[in-house]
Nanobody, 114 residues
Framework: QVQLVESGGGLVQPGGSLRLSCTASRSIFILSSMSWYRQAPGKQRELVARITTGRSTNYADSVKGRFTISRDNAKNTVYLQMNSLKPEDTAVYYC????????WGQGTQVTVSS
């Protein structure tokens, strides 16, 4: 059974930090680029960051220098470290596997507010 389980979201003040985790089924993780997306209310889902199997990374311009994506192949887990959070980062965050791009987990809510 294919799984993507996101966690680590919550309510944080502007300027704060959160670390998101996504644990995937090994079959869709180990040989796949992994990505984080987000969807804010009333907006389309957008790519936030991606990491390849060789650990090359790319980021949306809006998060460059603030967010860091990483992966732990032994744990089938991809992380998103989010620093200097802004209210406009508020969204539901999802991870995604390039080998099953149509499959999504339940997401984790991130709310940045004072």
């Amino acid at each position: 059974q294919v799984q993507l389980v996101e966690s680590g979201g919550g309510l944080v003040q502007p300027g704060g930090s959160l670390r998101l985790s996504c644990t995937a089924s090994r079959s869709i993780f180990i040989l796949s680029s992994m990505s984080w997306y987000r969807q804010a209310p009333g907006k389309q889902r957008e790519l936030v960051a991606r990491i390849t199997t060789g650990r090359s990374t790319n980021y949306a311009d809006s998060v460059k220098g603030r967010f860091t994506i990483s992966r732990d192949n032994a744990k089938n887990t991809v992380y998103l470290q989010m620093n200097s959070l802004k209210p406009e980062d508020t969204a539901v965050y999802y991870c995604n596997s390039a080998v099953r791009p149509s499959f999504w987990g339940q997401g984790t809510q991130v709310t940045v507010s004072s």
